[in-house]
């Protein structure tokens, strides 16, 4: 057995080290700069109790983005040297951010062992490559992202930071084959486990979902289905469970290989970067002759995202969760005891609000961002939740999960279509999607993103937001000036959450306009980006009108986002007259 020795190097802070909604993400080579992963990790280590890591298992794996293979072996070095116990690497080191989760809750090693943390290598939907993003955040024992009180912490450290603990002599571990390496060091033995990076995940997957219904819809030849990951980790998994578990056919995998820089994409499954799919669903300008699929759906870099779509046809991540929520006790077996409840981020869309309303479940309002799901999950009051920004998932495991939402949309199909396979026509995604408009009323709903724009004008722009919401009647002359037919602006604020479990107040979580129809506007800065400022304004309509509900989402919400761009003199702050992103 290989012997080590503890190191201690000495190091000085570097700016910038705050995680942001997930995680810290910065380019490649600041990343790769002397010491600057090492001053995270070593922060994190020092933000936790000794009881979190002496001599306990952590979980090291991710997207597989460059620059990963070398984060990885850092991090074993360090966590040697920190006195963790073992440390758990999916093969290759790739694990979705799902599967993370999944493994930290659900992994049991030969002697017992359970997992009490990970650190997963992503930038999530960023790009990746030497000159792109690469990230890193840290999971707690629950399999969610780290809160606040850590990340807070964690930022603290990294700003004083003088040391950090390594153990330099210990060699690289191959990570490519599956297997276990022993070493001794100081407090003991030191264990690298490689693992199959997809057993626990799909077993879980089993548990929840009717394999065997899904079987049957996807062996019907009339259903016909197509799975982007965008070249990101769900390549992975999309192969074992979709074709090995579930029959589908080879060539309904796009880009399920993972590479080191998504093909040189950005793995972000919207309508706009993920072309591929978008084409072969018959939902872009050029569209090819082929019959499009029934059905579709897209991934981001790390699996958490999911994109779904029916043929020549969007569904909205805002409809989606209020669409599996509405469906889900009697198409999937794992809520076929009733909901717990369910909650949505602020910025998402109020269609998850009326079905909680008309199946009298409880309700969540959240800031952006996983982490403030969790909390709820725990403490058992929330089993389906989700986000605008294509994150959908449960309380199976505590990250939003991107094939599990392919799963329970292939569910509600299987059981919308059981007595129909042998039948003339099936129930279309969209008939579904229209169906719910016709129970529930619509919210129209569109994002416009003004990525990478300068960040002083950025923060301006959202100051001038706070200031104007004091003064309604001059905000509603502005509106009534853009739109006669707008209604009025009845309340503005900047949202703020109290967590109902912990009591911990996160503020400046958005600013918000609410117009006496129902309609919302949302302005927030991004804290994903790596560089400049990225603005989000999100803009909501209600209508219940159910022969009202049927339009060109575009065009209903035209007015509404004029009335924004006016409100927050976007382009005089920006001097963007275009936004980058439409979703
Ligand atoms: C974005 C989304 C947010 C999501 C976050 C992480 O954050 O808006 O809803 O939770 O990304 O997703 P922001 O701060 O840029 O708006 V992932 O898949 O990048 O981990
Ligand atoms: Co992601």
């Not at 809750?105 to 650190?119: I, Q, Y």
């Not at 049957?216 to 990951?229: E, G, V």
């Not at 290989?257 to 072309?275: I, Q």
């Amino acid at each position: 057995m290989a012997t080590f020795k503890v190191s201690r190097i000495d190091t000085k802070p570097y700016d910038g080290q705050k995680p942001g909604t997930s995680g810290l993400r910065k380019k490649v080579k600041v990343f790769a700069q002397p010491h600057y992963l090492q001053n995270f990790v070593q922060a994190t280590f020092n933000a936790l109790t000794a009881d979190r890591i002496k001599g306990k298992t952590l979980v090291v794996s991710g997207d597989g983005r460059y620059y990963s293979k070398d984060a990885i072996q850092i991090i074993i070095k360090m966590s040697a040297a920190n006195g963790v116990k073992r440390v758990w690497v999916g093969q290759s080191g790739l694990l979705s951010t799902p599967a993370v989760s999944a493994v930290i809750r659900e992994r049991v090693g030969k002697d017992g062992s359970k997992a009490s943390g990970a650190f997963i290598l992503t930038a999530s939907h960023n790009p990746g490559g030497p000159t792109e993003d690469f990230g890193i955040k840290y999971n707690m024992e629950n399999g969610g992202p780290a809160p606040e009180g850590v990340t807070d912490k964690i930022y603290e450290n990294s700003t004083t930071i003088k040391e950090y603990l390594i153990a330099e002599d210990l060699p690289d571990v191959d990570i490519s084959k599956i297997g276990s390496t022993s070493f001794s060091g100081p407090d003991g033995e030191f264990e690298v486990e490689i693992f199959d990076s997809t057993d626990t995940y799909v077993k879980l997957m089993k548990s929840i979902f009717d394999f065997e219904a899904i079987k049957k819809l996807l062996a019907c030849p009339k259903f016909t289905f197509c799975y982007d990951a965008l070249h990101g980790v769900a390549g992975v998994y999309a192969k074992r469970i979709f074709i090995e578990e579930l029959g589908a056919s080879e060539s309904s995998l796009l880009n399920c290989t993972p590479k080191e820089d998504f093909g040189g994409g950005h793995p972000d499954p919207n309508l706009t970067y993920a072309k591929e799919l978008v084409q072969r669903m018959g939902l872009s300008k050029s569209n090819s002759e082929s019959e499009p699929p029934e059905f579709g759906a897209a991934a981001d870099g790390d699996a958490d995202r999911n994109m779904i779509l029916g043929k020549r046809f969007f569904v909205t991540p805002s409809d989606s969760v209020a669409i599996i929520a509405a469906n889900a006790v009697e198409a999937i077996p794992y809520f076929s005891g009733g909901l717990k409840g369910v909650a949505r981020s602020m910025p998402t869309s109020a269609a998850l609000d009326v079905v909680a309303k008309a199946l009298n479940l409880k309700f969540f309002e959240v800031p952006t961002g996983w982490k403030f799901f969790g909390n709820l999950m725990d403490a058992g009051q929330c089993s389906v939740c989700g986000e605008e920004s294509f994150g959908t998932g449960s309380d199976h495991v505590r990250e939003k999960d991107g094939i599990w939402a392919v799963l329970a949309w292939l569910s509600i199909l299987a059981q919308k279509n059981k007595y129909k396979l042998d039948g003339e026509k099936l129930v279309t995604v969209e008939d579904i999607v229209r169906q719910h408009w016709a129970t529930y009323g619509r919210h129209y709903y569109t994002r416009y993103d003004y990525e990478n724009v300068d960040a002083g004008g950025a923060k301006e722009l959202m100051a001038h937001l706070v200031n104007l919401q004091s003064d309604l009647p001059q905000v509603n002359k502005i509106v009534k000036k853009v739109n006669s037919a707008v209604s009025n602006v009845i309340n503005a604020d900047e949202f703020e959450y109290t967590d109902p479990v912990d009591g911990s107040i996160s503020k400046h979580q958005g600013i918000r306009y609410l117009f006496e129809d129902g309609s919302r506007l949302v302005f927030r800065l991004s804290g994903t980006g790596s560089e400049g400022a990225t603005i989000r304004v999100y803009i909501e309509q209600y209508e219940n009108d159910s022969s009202k509900t049927g339009r060109d989402s575009q065009e209903a919400l035209k007015p509404l986002v004029e009335v924004a761009l006016e409100l927050s003199k976007m382009q005089e702050f920006t001097g963007r007259s275009e936004p980058t992103v439409i979703t």
